[in-house]
Nanobody, 122 residues
Framework: QVQLVESGGGLVQAGGSLRLSCAASGRTFSNYAMGWFRQAPGKERAFVAVISATGFRLYYADSVKGRFTISRDNAKSTVYLQMNSLKPEDTAVYYC???????????????WGQGTQVTVSS
C-alpha cells in the first residue's frame, strides 16, 4: 500500500502561482511514477502531469504545458506540482496518484490521494 496526502491548494487570483505537494508513505516511493490529475465540477477527472520513478521523464497535458512543472524528491518521498500563470479554468480538485508504469491514463494508477482544492478567481 502507498498512502498519499496532498497539500498546498487554496484560493489564488488569475495569473498567480501555487505549489502543490504530495507526501507518500508505505511502499518504496522511488519505485513509482507519480501523476497529478484534476477534476473540475461536472467534469471527468483529467490528466495534468506525470513524472517517472527516477524523475528523468516528464509529460504534461497540453493545457498546462509551459505553466506547470512537476518534480519529485525521492529522499523526502514527495512529489510537487508548481503551477504558474494560473487561469480560472485551472479551478479543480487536484489529486496525486502512484503507478508502477509511466502513464497519463488514470485507470492505470493504483493509489490515490484525497485531493486538494485549487480555486482561481478572475
Amino acid at each position: 500500500q502507498v498512502q498519499l496526502v496532498e497539500s498546498g491548494g487554496g484560493l489564488v487570483q488569475a495569473g498567480g502561482s501555487l505549489r502543490l505537494s504530495c507526501a507518500a508513505s508505505g511502499r518504496t516511493f522511488s519505485n513509482y511514477a507519480m501523476g497529478w490529475f484534476r477534476q473540475a465540477p461536472g467534469k471527468e477527472r483529467a490528466f495534468v502531469a506525470v513524472i517517472s520513478a527516477t524523475g528523468f521523464r516528464l509529460y504534461y497535458a497540453d493545457s498546462v504545458k509551459g505553466r506547470f512543472t512537476i518534480s519529485r524528491d525521492n529522499a523526502k518521498s514527495t512529489v510537487y506540482l508548481q503551477m504558474n500563470s494560473l487561469k480560472p479554468e485551472d479551478t479543480a480538485v487536484y489529486y496525486c496518484a502512484a503507478n508502477r508504469g509511466f502513464s497519463s491514463y488514470s485507470p492505470e494508477y493504483d493509489y490515490w490521494g484525497q485531493g486538494t482544492q485549487v480555486t482561481v478567481s478572475s
